[in-house]
Antibody, heavy 116, light 107 residues
Framework: QIQLVQSGPELKKPGESVKISCKAS????????MHWVKQAPGKGLKWMGW????????TYADDFKGRFVFSLEASASTANLQISNLKNEDTATYFC?????????WGQGVMVTVSS | ETVMTQSPTSMSTSIGERVTLNCKAS??????VDWYQQTPGQSPKLLIY???NRHTGVPDRFTGSGFGRDFTLTISNVEAEDLAVYYC?????????FGAGTKLELK
């Protein structure tokens, strides 16, 4: 069955970096895009962008240009999200979601907490 | 960017009732709208794609409709497991944008 399994929770200090992963199984990884979505505590969903898993080309929403990087380890069917120079407002759960039209299957989410 | 306005923000219902949730786009998005259900502590689950198509395994009490700017999600015969937050997503233009959500609660 189709699954997206994300890495575990992270506790970081402001200014540090974090890399979270999303391992796909149950389908051909390069046949579908991978999207990233942010959900701050108690808030709604915010689309961060997507990565073409065939070409590796990322597309970022304006609010996520600069400190955010989408990458792939295609041989491992894994998509990654790296956030550098972490700020308190980056505290959130980050989801990966398989892209088809919109999205269909989602990972379980990774809680990233930024606190001094 | 296309703003998706969901209404109401929250609504109270009883088990067995029929409810209608709304989503209005600031510009036409064709049929490029999904609906998602999120329960506390869980990831969103796709219910409806392409405005009116049920995702695999979604009960037929969930019905989506709409085109252009106005979209609805109707839940017939509400069950306890349907109490959740519902989001619409437009993917007609970049950036994709979600509505702010409608929280469905028990009356």
């Amino acid at each position: 069955q189709i699954q997206l399994v994300q890495s575990g929770p992270e506790l970081k200090k402001p200014g540090e970096s974090v890399k979270i992963s999303c391992k796909a199984s149950g389908y051909t990884f390069t046949d579908y895009a991978m999207h990233w979505v942010k959900q701050a505590p108690g808030k709604g969903l915010k689309w961060m962008g997507w990565i073409n898993t065939y070409t590796g080309k990322p597309t970022y929403a304006d609010d996520f240009k600069g400190r955010f990087v989408f990458s792939l380890e295609a041989s491992a069917s894994t998509a990654n999200l790296q956030i550098s120079n972490l700020k308190n407002e980056d505290t959130a759960t980050y989801f990966c979601a398989r892209g088809v039209r919109g999205t269909d299957y989602w990972g379980q989410g990774v809680m990233v907490t930024v606190s001094s | 960017e296309t703003v998706m306005t969901q209404s109401p923000t929250s609504m109270s219902t009883s088990i067995g009732e029929r409810v209608t949730l709304n989503c209005k786009a600031s510009q036409s998005v064709g049929i490029n709208v999904d609906w998602y259900q999120q329960t506390p502590g869980q990831s969103p689950k796709l219910l409806i794609y392409g405005a009116s198509n049920r995702h695999t395994g979604v009960p037929d009490r969930f019905t989506g409709s709409g085109f252009g700017r106005d979209f609805t999600l109707t839940i017939s015969n509400v069950e306890a497991e349907d109490l959740a937050v519902y989001y619409c997503l437009q993917y007609g233009s970049i950036p994709y944008t979600f509505g702010a959500g409608t929280k469905l609660e028990l009356k």
